[in-house]
């Protein structure tokens, strides 16, 4: 399973304050303690900037780079931000993320044309959240279609059905089951990815619940989690699934994790 490390998000206190500062030292060391637990992406997160998205960008993605042997991936709506972002990138970036949504569409699909990053696209359009899994599906469906046409290869293609929190709207969970399962049936060459805490929000112990989910989504087939890869139980969850899966021929990867201090 594909890992996108999401500590770097600009809605924590911590790296909002971090990024206002050029703080370098918290930036790297976040991002390499997810690196060694086992991200493939590390997730920039830098909404929370507005004006300054662009600025900070341009800072943080060479530094990241420099220390990382691992890309990142630019979580933002703002076009500017995300052109000015995967431009100096270099390397194949994630673009976090399309959807949809008329304008997204218009100003990403000409940066998707000359960066050609790999691609999240949320289950989302100008109708807003979609209430049902079919409706999902046919957005997806939709999207595929259309990066298809632009010769985005469907190795490169996230399908994100959008996690939202049980606290919320207690069907919430089941919705994106229901959705996952759907999309990996119906578009079998594209990837899934989600936003694994996104289903705890405001509720206590929400490691629990976002082990229990993450646990329930690697059973319907779900390739790729947004998690903090610092928190041991849930890649706990990750290995055990998948060994129980049969998704780790000679059980490779579960001993590693078992013997790189995880007893
Ligand atoms: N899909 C896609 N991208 C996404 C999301 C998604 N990006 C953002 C988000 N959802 C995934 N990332 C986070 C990052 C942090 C938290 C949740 C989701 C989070 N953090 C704690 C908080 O804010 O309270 C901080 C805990 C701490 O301080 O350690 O909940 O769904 N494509």
């Known amino acids: 399973m594909i890992i996108v490390g999401e500590r770097l998000n600009s809605s ?3 790296v909002l304050k971090a990024l206002n500062r ?3 030292k918290y930036l790297i060391d976040q991002a390499k303690r997810q690196e060694k637990a086992g991200a493939s992406y590390i997730d920039l997160n830098t909404a929370a900037l507005l004006d300054k998205e662009v600025q900070t960008l341009k800072w943080a993605i060479p530094l990241l ?3 990382l042997s691992i890309p990142l991936s630019i979580d933002t709506p703002n076009p500017e931000a995300m052109e000015a972002g995967l431009k100096i990138h270099k390397g194949q970036a994630l673009l976090n993320s399309l959807s949809g ?3 997204r569409i218009k100003a990403f699909l000409p940066l998707i044309k000359e960066c050609r990053p790999r691609i999240i696209v949320l289950c989302l359009d100008d109708e807003g959240l979609p209430e049902t899994s079919d409706k999902e599906l046919s ?3 939709k999207m595929v279609n259309l990066l298809d046409k632009e010769g985005v290869k469907h190795k490169d293609i996230f399908i994100d059905p959008l996690v939202r929190p049980i606290g919320v709207d207690q069907k919430a969970g089941e919705l994106f089951l229901a959705a996952l ?3 990996k049936k119906n578009l079998p060459s594209v990837s899934t990815i ?3 805490s996104n289903v705890s ?3 206590p112990r929400r490691k629990s619940l976002n082990r229990g989910f993450l646990v329930l989504a690697l059973q319907r087939g779900l390739d790729a989690a947004i998690l903090d890869p610092l928190d041991k139980e849930i890649m706990a969850a990750v290995h055990s699934s998948e060994a129980l899966l049969g998704k780790d021929p000679s059980l490779k990867n579960y001993l590693g994790f078992i013997r790189s201090g995880n007893r």
Do not use: H, N, P, Y
């Open 201 to 203: 929000f405001g509720l």
């Open 181 to 183: 399962e759907k999309v």
């Open 65 to 67: 780079r420099k220390e």
């Open 101 to 103: 949504e008329a304008q």
């Open 139 to 141: 957005i997806a469906r």
């Open 194 to 196: 989600a936003g694994v």
């Open 22 to 24: 050029k703080d370098k």
């Open 12 to 14: 924590r206190r911590s």
